[in-house]
């Protein structure tokens, strides 16, 4: 039988027109498809702009650079995430700091940030900058951080990479106004894809000036340089990258978007299908509190191993025996060799580190079958014997 994977992309026959359809114009980077796709992302999500960048790194990466994050400045994020939310904050040349999760949902907890923040102000080391991360597709409790934020005085950072789509009391991930910048990413396992790719949102026209202007070299044109130098001037008046999305790859974005309520609402109905198969086995299924909509970009289960240590393990390999390729969303990014050269160490952030013992992704992918969902079911029940 086929293997089936924890995550894989959704393509049809219009995504490959659009994409074509572009090779057969003059643009292929940069260029018109460009606007339309962020056009199209902050109507969606309800966010006053948006910026087209080469991956949800390199959003993470201009949305930093963007909010003044630079050397001796300190990022706070969740040790529970990919590696790149932390790694971001290191190439503007600041610090990173970690702030442990909630032990239900994975996500930041808002307590421990809260009292993280007051021990902070007492040393004067407060961050300039939290970027909660919307693990599994679960928007953060993005009020009360913003509370904090306005309280403390820091940014915020959402990395949304998973949550396109999901809501957090009644509004879109990358509207409501919460965090300063929403960053999104389009890589294939994500919602929807541009095979690579990501984005900014912001309700702020300096910001996205700012990060529209550092995609490309820190390089401004414009009538008014054109009118003062001539037609050919420009002015790189900052340090900027090659960050670029290219025409083709929003072309395939554009057309995903287009599917994203059925791509969304097969994610959710094969959630509530695996909730109710999973309630007879011993495991702890995702949380989903009240005030927010999961995208569920992906389901992570929790098996409870203090009777058994390396239990997840075996279960794991169990699966992969029978063709299911589970993953483990996430080796905390404290436990990292890099980052543990740079002074972090186990039990510094217990309640991430319980949670990465014990949990699995189990395969969920908008093009999942009912018949292979219940072959994963299946096979998790013989594995967990
Ligand atoms: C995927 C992901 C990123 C990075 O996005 P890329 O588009 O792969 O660069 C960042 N943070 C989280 C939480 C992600 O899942």
Known sequence: MKPIPYARQSIDESDIEAVVDVLRTDWITQGPKIEEFEREVRTYCGATHAAAVSSGTAALHLAYLALGLGPGDTLWTSPITFVATANCALYCGAEVDFVDVDPASGNLCVDALERKLEDARRRNRLPKIVAPVDFTGLPCDLASIRTLADRFGFSVVEDASHALGASYRGDRVGGGGYADITVLSFHPVKIITAGEGGMTLTDHGRIDATIKKLRSHGIERGAQLSQEHGAWYYEQDALGYNYRMTDIQAA????????????LSRRRELAVRYADKLRRLPVIAPHQPDHARSSWHLYVIRIDDSDAPAKRRAVFDRLASSG??????????????????????????????????????????????????????????????
Do not use: C, T
């Not at 974005?253 to 059925?262: A, C, K, M, N, T």
């Not at 908008?366 to 219940?374: F, L, R, T, V």
């Open 252 to 263: 395939l974005g554009i057309s995903q978007l287009q599917r994203i309520d059925g791509f």
């Open 324 to 385: 299911i390729r589970a993953n483990v969303h996430y080796i905390p990014v404290h436990l990292q060799p890099f980052y543990r050269a740079r002074g972090f160490s186990p039990g510094m952030f217990p309640e991430a580190e319980r949670y990465y013992r014990q949990a699995l992704s189990l395969p969920l992918y908008a093009g999942m079958s009912d018949e292979d969902q219940d072959r994963v079911v299946l096979a998790l029940e013989q594995a967990l014997k």
